[in-house]
Nanobody, 125 residues
């Protein structure tokens, strides 16, 4: 079973940057889809970015050009670099993995079978 532990959240002003990290244990990150979802108060959990086992990435339209997802397979760590943050980026950010998906990354949250505890990101205007 994969265990995921996020870190790096915090509070910043609009236009600022944060970098989230997620350390995975129990399964090599080179073998499965990894991603970041977020949930704002009163809203559904939404996909932010994903990275396929072989490297291709996918982003929500709302974060394209501002966020960058990456991973270090040697360190079994997933990252999310967030630049030019906006107040609407506020929410709890979750690291997730889909170890039961043979290829690619699913778009729906229910397809992911491992989740971190979440880290709060707050962007003030």
């Amino acid at each position: 079973q994969v265990e995921l532990v996020e870190s790096g959240g915090g509070s910043v002003q609009a236009g600022g940057s944060l970098r989230l990290s997620c350390v995975a244990s129990g399964y090599p990150t080179s073998r499965y889809c990894l991603g970041w979802f977020r949930q704002a108060p009163g809203k559904d959990r939404e996909r932010v970015a994903t990275i396929d086992p072989n490297g291709p990435t996918n982003y929500a339209d709302s974060v394209k050009g501002r966020f960058t997802i990456s991973k270090d397979n040697a360190e079994n760590t997933l990252y999310l670099q967030m630049d030019n943050l906006k107040p609407e980026d506020t929410g709890i950010y979750y690291c997730t993995a889909a170890t039961n998906v043979p290829y690619g990354c699913p778009s729906a949250s229910f397809a992911y079978n491992a989740w971190g505890q979440g880290t709060q990101v707050t962007v003030s205007s």
